[in-house]
C-alpha cells in the first residue's frame, strides 16, 4: 500500500469514504460517527492542514488518518505512560469497507509507528470507542494500553498510548 499525504483532489473520496464506513458502521450497531462528526468541514480541514493521510491500493483509498500533537481538553483523563514526552495523536483512522478485513488497518498501524518513530516522538495516543469492537481488538492486538477514559456526545471512549 502507497502512503501519501491528501490533497484537495483526493477529498470527494475521502467524504465518500467516511460516509460508507459509517454506514457500514450504523448496520453493525456500532454509533461512533454520524452526519455531525467527522462531517466535510472538518475533513476538508484536516487536508488543508496537511494532516490528513491516506493509503492507496489499487489506486484507490483504502485507508484515511490524521496525525497531530492537537487533542481535546478529555486527554487530561488519561493517566498516561509517557506523561511528559512528545506524543503524536491519531485521529479519524478508518477504513474504506471495500477494503475492510484484509489487514489494512494493522498495517497502516504500523507505518504510523515507523513514521513518528522516524520524527522522533516517543508515544503514540488516540482515543477508541468502547462500543467499537474492531478498534478496540485493533488497538489491543497493536500493543495500545488503556490510560483512562473521555466522555463526549457518542459515548464513552478509551483514552489509549504506546511508548515507542
Not at 508515544?123 to 462500543?131: A, G, K, P, V
Amino acid at each position: 500500500m502507497k502512503f501519501q499525504h491528501a490533497e484537495k483532489a483526493d477529498l470527494e473520496e475521502i467524504i465518500q469514504l467516511y460516509k460508507n464506513a459509517i454506514a457500514k458502521m450504523d448496520e453493525q450497531n456500532i454509533p461512533q460517527w454520524d452526519e455531525v462528526y467527522p462531517d466535510s468541514a472538518t475533513l476538508e480541514d484536516d487536508v488543508k492542514k496537511n494532516q490528513m493521510f491516506i493509503g492507496k491500493k489499487n489506486d484507490k483509498i483504502a485507508v484515511c488518518f490524521v496525525l497531530n500533537e492537537e487533542c481535546d481538553e478529555e486527554y487530561k483523563n488519561g493517566k498516561w505512560i509517557c506523561p511528559d514526552s512528545r506524543f503524536c495523536i491519531i485521529h479519524r483512522l478508518c477504513v474504506s469497507p471495500d477494503f475492510q478485513n484484509q489487514g489494512i488497518a494493522g498495517e497502516t498501524m504500523k507505518h504510523i509507528e515507523e513514521v513518528c518513530r522516524a520524527q522522533k516522538y516517543d508515544s503514540i495516543r488516540l482515543d477508541c470507542f468502547t462500543q467499537n469492537p474492531y478498534s478496540r481488538r485493533l488497538y489491543d492486538k497493536c500493543g495500545y494500553t488503556v490510560t483512562g477514559y473521555a466522555d463526549w456526545r457518542k459515548g464513552r471512549f478509551e483514552l489509549r498510548e504506546k511508548k515507542l
